[in-house]
C-alpha cells in the first residue's frame, strides 16, 4: 500500500540551524496493516508523516502509494488516497462552517466540485446517522459551527471526516494527545472500531505507551529521523508499555554512549 | 426626495462593489487592493465599449469578465508567485491605472448622450413625468432605474448565495475558513483563490460599469478609495445582521452599502466638504476595526487586574 524507499528530509539545509529531520527512512506497510509509530521528540515522526501527505517534498528517495509513484505530487493532490487527523483538534475542521457543511467537504474528499448542492437532504440524513453512530450527540446540531464545539468533539469529528470516504491510508499524528483524558479514551475508542469495520491501512503517531502496547499490528520507533525498531506480528503482540518504556531506556543509552563518541570525531575531522 | 432616491440607487451599485470586498476580505480572507483598479477598469471598458458602439448590455458583460481577469491576476501572482498578497493587488491596481487610460484613450469619457443599460428602463416614462407617493413626489424615471437596480443586485445576491451553497462555493468558503484542512480535502486552495479573487473582482467591475452608465460619465480617478467604501459598507452589514450565514453577510452589505451612501448624502448635505470625504470614510472604517480591538483588551486587563487581585 505505502512504500517508502531511501526518503531524506532536511530542513534549513546548509545553515547553523539545518535539521536532518528524516535520514534516509525505509518502510513497507501492507495493505490494512496498523502501523503505531513512537518515538522522542523532535525523532521525526511527524515529519514522517508529513512527507507521506505531502505537506513538503522529500529531498530523496521516493513515495510510492496505492500503486502510484507520488513523490512528487502536491498535498492536495494525494488526498485523494489519505484521510487525515493533526494533533491540533484545530487544524482538522473549518470553525465557522457548520458540522454538516465540514462533513460535505470530507464526503468529497479528493473528488471534483462543481456546481452541484454541497448539502443534499439524502446525503444530511446520512450524514446525521453517521453521526449519530459515534454516540457523542452531535446529530442533533448539524447545523451549528463547528467552532462551538470543544476540542474532543472537533476531533472526534475530524476522524470521522476522515474516514467517511474509505481512504486507501489514514494518517493519525498524536490525534489524542491535546485532549483530555476522558475525550482522549473516547477517540481512541472510536479510532479502534474506525479502522477495524474498514480495515483502514493506518499509520498513528502516539505518545501513550498504552496505545502504543494495545493497538495495532506492527509499531515503528523513530530516533533521530531513522527508524530504530520495528516489531511486526508475535513479536508486536507481546510488547506491553513497560517494554516499550524499556527500549526508551535502551535508546537513551545508546544516545549517551553516542554522544561523546561523535564529539570525539568532530574534534578530530572538523 | 431626489436625493433619497440617488442614494439608494447608488448604494444598490455599490452593493456590488460590497459583494465584491465581503468575498475577496471575508470569505477568502485575502485583503485584496486590486478592487481600486478593476472598479475603474469596469468604468472604462464600459465606457469605451458604449462609444465605440457595443451594445450597453455587452459592454457591461465584458467589463465584469475583465475584473475578473484582472482578479485572476492578483490571484496567479500571490499564490503561483509567492508575492504578499497586499502587495500583489497594489501591483495589479497600479498596472490597472495605465490601463485605464489606455483603453480609455483619455482620462475620462462622458455617457451623457449615449444609451446605457438603463436607457430602455428610462424610456417607458417621459422626462417630465412625476409620481407622487402621499407627500413625496419623484421624476418617474428615477423611480424606474431604482427599482431595475434593485432587481439586479437582489438578483446577484440571490445567486452568490446559491453559489456559496454548491460543493466549489463551499470549498471556496472553507479555503479562507481553514487552509490546512481544506488542503487535507484535496482542494487546491491557490486555485480556489484565484478563482474567488476573479469572481470578487469581475464584481467589483460590473459596480463600475454600472456606475458610469448610471451617473453619466466615467473618470480613470473613479477608483480612488473603493475599496474603503466596500468595507465600510461590509463592515456596516456584519454589524446589522449578526450571524456568519452567508446570506446574510450579503444581505448585510447590501443594507451596509445603502446606509453608507444615506449617512454620506447627509453628511453632504449638512455641509461636509466633499474632499474630506476620504478622510472620514478612512477614519470610520479605523474605528470600526480598532475599537473592538481595544474593548477586548480593556476587557482582558481588567480580567487581569482582577485575577492579579484575588492572587
Ligand atoms: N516544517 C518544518 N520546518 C523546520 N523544521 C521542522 C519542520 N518540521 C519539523 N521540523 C524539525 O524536524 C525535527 C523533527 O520534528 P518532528 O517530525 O515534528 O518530530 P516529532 O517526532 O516530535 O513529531 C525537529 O527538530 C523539528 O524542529
Ligand atoms: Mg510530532
Known sequence: MLTLTDISKTFYAGTPNEVRALQGVNLKIEQGSFVVVIGTNGSGKSTLLNAVAGAFFVDEGRIELADHDVTRWPEHRRAVHIGRVFQNPFTGTAPNLSIAENLALAERRGQFRGLGWALKRRSIDELREKVKEMGLGMEDRLNNPIGSLSGGQRQSLTLLMAGLRRPDLLLLDEHTAALDPKSADQVIRLTENMIAKNKLTTMMVTHSMQQAASLGDRLIMMVRGQIMFDFQGPAKARLTPESILHKFEEVRRLERLDKPAAEQLRRVYV | ?311
Open chain 2, 1 to 311: 426626495m431626489t436625493l433619497l432616491i440617488g442614494s439608494l440607487t447608488m448604494g444598490m451599485i455599490l452593493a456590488l462593489l460590497a459583494f465584491g470586498v465581503l468575498i475577496s476580505f471575508r470569505i477568502l480572507a485575502f485583503r485584496d487592493l486590486t478592487v481600486d483598479g478593476s472598479i475603474a477598469l469596469g468604468g472604462s471598458v464600459a465606457a469605451a465599449l458604449i462609444v465605440n458602439g457595443f451594445s450597453p448590455l455587452a459592454a457591461t458583460a465584458i467589463a465584469a469578465v475583465c475584473g475578473g481577469i484582472a482578479g485572476a491576476i492578483t490571484g496567479v501572482l500571490a499564490t503561483r508567485f509567492r508575492i504578499n498578497g497586499l502587495l500583489a493587488g497594489i501591483l495589479v491596481m497600479t498596472a490597472l491605472y495605465s490601463v485605464n487610460l489606455r483603453v480609455m484613450g483619455r482620462s475620462n469619457i462622458p455617457l451623457m448622450n449615449q444609451k446605457t443599460v438603463l436607457s430602455p428602463i428610462q424610456a417607458l416614462a417621459g422626462v417630465d413625468d412625476r409620481l407622487t407617493l402621499g407627500l413625496w413626489t419623484a421624476q418617474t424615471q428615477d423611480l424606474y432605474t431604482l427599482i431595475t437596480i434593485v432587481l439586479a443586485t437582489i438578483a446577484v445576491a440571490v445567486t452568490l448565495t446559491l453559489y456559496f451553497r454548491t460543493q466549489l462555493g463551499l470549498a471556496m468558503r472553507a479555503a479562507g475558513d481553514n487552509i490546512d484542512m481544506i488542503r487535507a480535502l484535496g482542494v487546491d486552495v491557490g486555485w480556489m483563490t484565484t478563482l474567488g479573487l476573479a469572481l470578487s473582482n469581475s464584481l467589483v467591475a460590473l459596480a463600475g460599469a454600472l456606475l458610469v452608465q448610471y451617473q453619466g460619465f466615467a473618470d480613470v480617478q473613479m477608483g480612488i478609495g473603493m475599496v474603503v467604501w466596500g468595507f465600510a459598507s461590509v463592515i456596516i452589514g456584519e454589524s446589522l445582521v449578526r450571524g456568519r450565514n452567508v446570506g446574510l453577510l450579503i444581505g448585510g452589505a447590501i443594507m451596509g452599502s445603502v446606509l453608507f451612501r444615506l449617512l454620506v448624502a447627509i453628511a453632504l448635505r449638512g455641509g461636509l466638504n466633499p474632499n474630506d470625504l476620504k478622510l472620514v470614510t478612512a477614519l470610520f472604517v479605523l474605528g470600526a476595526l480598532v475599537l473592538p480591538d481595544v474593548m477586548a483588551r480593556l476587557k482582558s486587563r481588567n480580567v487581569k487586574s482582577r485575577n492579579a487581585a484575588s492572587r
